[in-house]
């Protein structure tokens, strides 16, 4: 057996777009609902969801039979969960608050086997099909998306340096964060947040580094996608149920209001 290219990497180094949705429901079979929905990726979320490694596995699981490319942000930048997330077969990671270049270089070396990083080696993996993917060693290094979240002005004042680090393949901007931690806490889509966003990016889509983001605004969106993000996700599992809900109770009583 070969290692399976992986799409997502692919897509982002052609300058392909690429559609994401954000994935929190911890649940396989909220997971089996969206992954034939033909999205070009999914983000198993582990930083601000419940969904902990048994319940990522099976989402794994569920996903490998879809063309989506599964990415997960694991809870933080640690070197023991990125090893068991990547010998379950995660295909790629995407770091939470990554606010310098020293920690881009720890998340790269996490994801690498010696003498390249500190990753530890498991001959009999869901990885490498329990050592049945005879090159698995050869190439997961190319097939592995490594992607760094930047949550901070400080964290995007070193953008390209951070971008740059050997072993990153794109960058991720946090709105959310970003929003708090200039001060406008719960307004992720005001102009002074992305005022601090857009430059940064449009300097790295320059130099020919995919960048991505999560909005809920579909159009705003599209928008992004057209100032040369890379990817984009717009919305995620949990809003769609929410938001779903409340549209269908408030059609509902309004109707019977009449």
Known sequence: M??????????????ERQIGLWVSLRNNFAAEAVNTCGYDWLLVDMEHSPNDLS???????????????AIVRPPWNDAVMVKRLLDMGAQGLLFPMIQSVEEAENAVAATRYPPRGIRGVSGTT??????????YFDRVE?????????ETRKAIE???????????????FGPADIAADIGKLGQPMCK?????IRPAASELIRQGIPVGTLVFDVDFAAQLMGEGFSFVACGSDLSLVTKGADKLLADMRSKMAR
């Open 192 to 196: 002074e947040v992305w005022e601090v």
């Open 55 to 69: 319940i990522v596995l099976t989402q794994l699981q569920v996903f490998a039979s879809g063309t989506s490319t």
């Open 142 to 150: 190319e097939e592995t998306t490594v992607i760094v979240q930047l």
């Open 126 to 135: 869901r990885a490498n099909a329990f050592g049945r993917i005879t090159d």
């Open 158 to 172: 070193q953008a390209s340096a951070i971008a740059n680090v050997d072993g990153v393949d794109g960058v991720f």
């Open 2 to 15: 070969k290692l399976p290219v992986n799409p997502f990497n692919k897509g982002i180094k052609a300058a």
